[in-house]
């Protein structure tokens, strides 16, 4: 009788090698649990078997309630940005009209790997939450894939597109779409993969990893659920949001229908999308340490944010004095949002992210800057060298 993971081997192109014995801890029927239409993948360098589908989420959230409509035109809506980041500006204060509770269920898409080559179940899952821009694929860039880096040294992981994005639910982008239930949204998540009703396997220790965005609503987990997490790496994060004026000008926020009307034609105006590769380069981007096929393939499946987020950013920071486990921040040298270009001047600026944020982590938390590299970490050359930080640090704190 041909085996579950014989017939994934063949399907996925598995080396015979692999295929020699099942992978440790991976069961189709088991591992599929809680997706819908479950699919049967690999990551990009095929060093981990994936299970793939939307699962559904619900969630509720204490939402912001916004004095704002969806523009009629790209003129309406770039007056928006104008508007917001004017000298002086009552737009912040006045598109607030208070709070407004958000429930629904959700489905998000997701996928979850385990290591091919690994002869010991993991005992540790990694929970990957990507930021502006991307969508999971930030984290299995061909190439590039944290996927698969990760599954080599061992571990299992868990990524997703944030609501709004990807594959995942499209809802109202001004007032579901928001900070506020994209965190309630990972945090349910975190508990179906804790209780095993996503994945079937109930894990004792869960990473959290966010980009940027995602690295602001890990922020956002830690402060309001502390017992969520085991351990966090943020990634393109620092307190200095100085420059992210500077970062939604280069965005140049264009309706996302009508950048591209293929991928993004039935969505409302409120979904936006950066308007150029020129824009992308600007914000993620540090050349000459990128390829120019890897980013022209990015820069081709970007990925919508929508007005919600926009006025809610960074409502998910603040600080996290339950959260007791280690934490580390890698930021690129030259990142341009959260840096200016500088994550070094006048100090390393993720450095102060410990105490201002995780007053209690624990021994061996730390910081590390990565050369030459800009924003969108994973879509550089030096990625490798980022990656070798992170698996390095989960490993030295026992996890």
């Known amino acids: 009788m041909l085996s579950l993971f014989s017939l994934a081997a063949g399907l996925l192109g598995l080396s015979t090698g692999a295929a020699a014995a099942p992978v440790s801890g991976f069961n189709f029927l088991t591992t599929s649990k809680g997706f819908s239409s479950p699919i049967l993948s690999s990551s990009a360098g095929g060093k981990a078997v994936c299970i793939s589908g939307n699962v559904a989420v619900k969630a509720s959230a204490l939402n912001t309630r916004l004095n704002v409509s969806n523009p009629p035109n790209q003129s309406a809506s770039t007056e928006i940005v104008v508007e917001y980041f004017q000298a002086n500006s009552a737009l912040p204060s006045s598109a607030n009209a208070g709070k407004a509770t958000v429930s629904g269920t959700y489905n998000i898409n997701a996928q979850l790997c385990y290591p091919v080559a690994s002869t ?33 040294a061992g571990y299992a992981t868990f990524s997703f597109d944030r609501l709004g994005t990807g594959a995942s639910d499209h809802p109202d982008p001004i007032q579901v779409v928001q900070s506020a239930l994209q965190v309630e949204i990972a ?80 969505l409302p105006s409120g979904y936006q999308v950066v308007n150029s590769a020129i824009g992308d380069q ?38 996290a004095p339950a959260f007791t486990g280690p934490v580390q921040v890698v930021n690129g040298q030259n990142d341009y949002i959260f840096c200016a270009s500088d994550c070094g001047y006048p100090s390393d600026l993720g450095a102060q992210v410990l105490p201002a944020l995780f007053p209690a982590a624990a021994d061996g938390s730390r910081s590390c800057i990565i050369p030459g590299t800009g924003h969108g970490i994973n879509a550089h050359t030096t990625a490798p060298q980022a990656y070798s930080q992170m698996l390095g640090f989960i490993n030295s704190v026992g996890l």
Do not use: E
Not at 122 to 141: A, E, M, V
Not at 216 to 244: K, S, W
Not at 302 to 310: P, R, V
């Open 120 to 152: 010991v179940s993991p005992s540790t899952i990694q929970f990957l939450t990507h930021g502006i821009n991307f969508d999971k694929l930030y984290w299995d860039i061909p190439g590039l894939s944290y996927l698969d880096a990760a599954a080599t």
């Open 187 to 266: 945090h349910q998540m975190i508990q179906s993969l804790r209780s095993g009703a996503v994945g079937g396997v109930a894990w004792q220790k869960v990473v959290g990893i966010g980009h940027s965005y995602g690295s602001i609503q890990t922020v956002g987990l830690a402060a309001q659920y502390p017992q969520d997490l085991d351990a966090i790496i943020l990634q393109a994060f620092t307190m200095d949001g100085g420059n992210i004026p500077a970062t939604i000008a280069a965005f140049n926020p264009t309706i996302a229908s009508q950048n591209d009307f293929v991928r993004f034609g039935s």
């Open 282 to 319: 600007t914000a993620f981007y540090r050349y000459p340490n990128f390829s120019p096929s890897t980013f022209s393939y990015l820069d081709s499946k970007k990925q919508t944010f929508t007005i919600g987020d926009f006025f809610t950013l960074t409502n998910p920071v603040a600080p």
